[in-house]
């Protein structure tokens, strides 16, 4: 049971991306107490590698997603999950089709950082796995008060069959989202470190 659980189409080219990513940054920060990150896709090719293009892109970043196998989107895989993110507006519609008590915790990407961004920022003293939960309680009230962020721009491009070079733009796209989205989570980590040192 994941506590992230990060969903496009395939799960094969943006979401295992995205899963390296967080899986990174949280690792970086938790440790051992690190949150879970997992990905799955609403038509996901069960088995199959990442795309080798997402594999080479990701790479460049930092980030191995040599071992990842793709997983279709099942009831099961939202069942405990904290929080649910979309790659973009379709999934997030799938998601809740198919689980509709996840609603108020499942955002595409760019939405819950928009969300996050416009909330006070987290202290980042509390336990990660807890925090999930109340940041994405803060994000969906405001959310429901009437907070659209960019409704234009929710959606991470899908890169399946084009050149290795949008491969990268959208891997370069995911870690810049990624990034914020840890600090709008946990709050930012230099900071801390900052405040801890003196």
Do not use: Q
Not at 18 to 29: N, T
Not at 111 to 123: D, G, Q
């Amino acid at each position: 049971m994941a506590s992230i659980l990060v969903v496009c189409t395939g799960n094969v080219c943006r979401s295992p991306v995205a899963e390296g990513f967080l899986c990174s940054a949280v690792r970086r920060r938790f440790a051992e107490r690190a949150p879970t990150v997992e990905s799955v896709g609403t038509f996901g090719w069960e088995g199959s590698p990442a795309s080798p293009e997402s594999v080479a892109a990701a790479l460049e970043l930092g980030i191995d997603i040599a071992g990842h196998r793709a997983r279709r989107l099942e009831a099961e895989h939202l069942e405990g999950t904290g929080l649910v993110l979309a790659m973009a507006s379709e999934h997030r519609t799938a998601v809740v089709r198919l689980a509709p008590e996840t609603a108020a915790r499942t955002f595409t990407l760019k939405e819950l950082v928009r969300l996050l961004e416009a909330l006070p920022v987290a202290s980042g003293d509390a336990d990660p796995v807890a925090a999930l939960a109340v940041r994405a309680a803060e994000a969906d009230a405001l959310r429901r008060n009437g907070f659209e962020g960019d409704p234009e721009d929710e959606d991470i491009a899908d890169p399946l069959g084009l050149p290795i070079e949008t491969y990268r733009a959208v891997a370069a796209e995911l870690e810049e989202w990624c990034g914020r989205l840890t600090d709008g989570l946990f709050g930012r980590a230099h900071a801390r470190a900052s405040a801890e040192g003196e």
